[in-house]
């Protein structure tokens, strides 16, 4: 904040022509009080701007929007990558695991299991994960087959269904022309049901009947959350 007070001077004269404002005062001039009235009026006016300027930045440093804080920040801005968990550029991005389970519908059952991970990433609501499950038996599960245990309940809008491939798969008994497995999660759930597909075949719903005991199943995907 400025100490001293503006010489103020309103009077705006009148402007020397330029031929005095390039040779100054000869011997003998006598200049009229109009020309030191426009001399003190630009002065106070330069004074005055200046003035103006420096308590700007000054209040600017003080809420932290001077121009060196302000480059600070945008050299942090630029160095952030956009893929930086919660970074500066605003994008959630959130990184976990999770522990995947296999069941029937109709029982549950108790699934021996030799390898049950999972992992994620989720990015504002979508959701990319990878499973791996490795069964020694599958513990008397009965009905249809269905992976529980997603890192978060799909996005509840009737028909949105998130389908995903089953990208490794074996010990599980096909019909014959079926060659593809891969799942389906339905609105509001935290479970994959199977499916076993083929060329000119009806999607078929997985059962406990073809399972063997030790099932090996590898899925990746992604859907998106409530």
Same mark, same amino acid.
Not at 61 to 64: D, I, P
Not at 112 to 119: A, D, E, T
Not at 157 to 162: A, E, F, M, V
């Given at each position: 904040m400025a100490e001293q007070q503006l010489p103020v001077w309103n009077n705006g004269g009148i402007e020397p022509p330029a031929n005095l404002q390039q040779d100054g005062w000869q011997p003998g001039v006598k200049p009229p009080a109009q020309y030191f009235d426009w001399l003190f009026n630009r002065a106070y006016k330069c004074l005055e701007e200046l003035q103006a300027i420096t308590e700007a930045l000054e209040t600017n $440093? =003080? &809420?932290?929007t001077d121009l060196t804080t302000l480059n600070n920040k945008? !050299?942090? @801005? *630029?160095g952030g990558s956009v893929t930086d968990d919660n970074g500066i550029h605003g994008l959630k991005i959130e990184r976990g695991i999770f522990t995947p389970t296999i069941y029937g519908s109709t029982t549950a059952g108790t699934p %021996?299991? *030799? &390898?049950? @991970?999972?992992?994620y990433t989720l990015i504002e609501k979508i959701v990319h994960f990878d499973l791996y499950l490795q069964l020694n038996g599958i513990g008397g599960m009965t009905g249809d087959v269905f992976i529980g245990g997603l890192p978060f309940v799909s996005e509840n !809008? !009737? &028909? $949105?269904?998130?389908t995903f491939q089953v990208t490794i798969f074996g010990n599980i008994d096909l019909q014959a022309g079926e060659t593809t497995v891969g799942g389906i999660t339905l609105p509001n759930? !935290? =479970?994959i049901r199977l499916n076993a597909s083929g060329d000119n075949l009806v999607v078929r719903v997985l059962t406990n009947a073809n399972l063997g005991a030790q %099932?090996? *199943?590898?899925i990746s995907g992604f859907y998106t959350r409530n």
């Open positions: $440093k =003080a &809420n932290g945008v !050299t942090q @801005h *630029l %021996v299991y *030799l &390898n049950q @991970h999972g992992f !809008t !009737t &028909n $949105k269904i998130p759930t !935290t =479970a %099932v090996y *199943l590898r």
